[in-house]
């Protein structure tokens, strides 16, 4: 795959609502799909929201693939793309804030388990212990799962073990703990072109109506969005020369 569309998936995600979001994801990447795009990221905890313990606890989370993954895992098959997926999963006693890559096979290629928990209030969520890229469609991808950017160490860690770029999953509005340059910083230590999917919409103490999803590289925004509704954002992206093909985002609105 030389030159392909990656569509970043900015929603509206209405916290503990899960049945609610499962059907908005199953919307979204469709139509992502039918737009042509290859590669599909969705934001943090697309499934859930942040603050989704206290209105429906942590008891629904189960070991992945369950039942519902197994079948979005079918339709990741039928429509032939690769899905970066975030959303919670159990093993054993524990619970983990992960990242899956889901391949045009259908398959689980592999998975990244966010590592900073404590630098925001996931306390629901234990750390995970290790950040390896992932190979898909030829190319060697490191995930971090939102907050897993604010700190070198990690980016650091996935460019040693051969990542060729670096994509994030987020949920980071603005705000006091807002995003501060480090996105940036990271795509500028590594020398990788760093793609964060990020959300809108409003949960109970959080704002992201202005949060943005953006592709950075050598420390420079390249590609940026932040909006009110939920949109799917699409660019094509030379694999060849790790670089976006526009100059700005082809915004697709959706319902929110």
Known sequence: MTVGTIALLHLDIVPGAVAHNQAMVVEAVTRAAASGARWIVTPELVLCGLQFPPLIGTGWIKPQPDAWMTRFCRLVRKLGVTVFFAAPEREGNRFYNSAFVIGPGGDILGRHRKINT???????SSPGDRAQPVRCDGITVGLLVCA??????????LKRSGAQLLLSPSSWGPGLHGPNGEWEDRSRETGLPLIVCNRTGIERALDFR????????????????????????LFGWDFDAMAPTREAFEVMPLRN
């Open 148 to 157: 897993d950017a604010f700190t070198p160490g990690i980016a650091g860690s």
């Open 210 to 233: 202005n949060a943005q999803s953006l592709v950075v590289n050598n420390g420079t925004r390249l590609l940026v969005h932040s909006s009110e509704r939920a949109a799917i954002l």
């Open 118 to 124: 404590r630098s925001d209030s996931l306390s629901w």
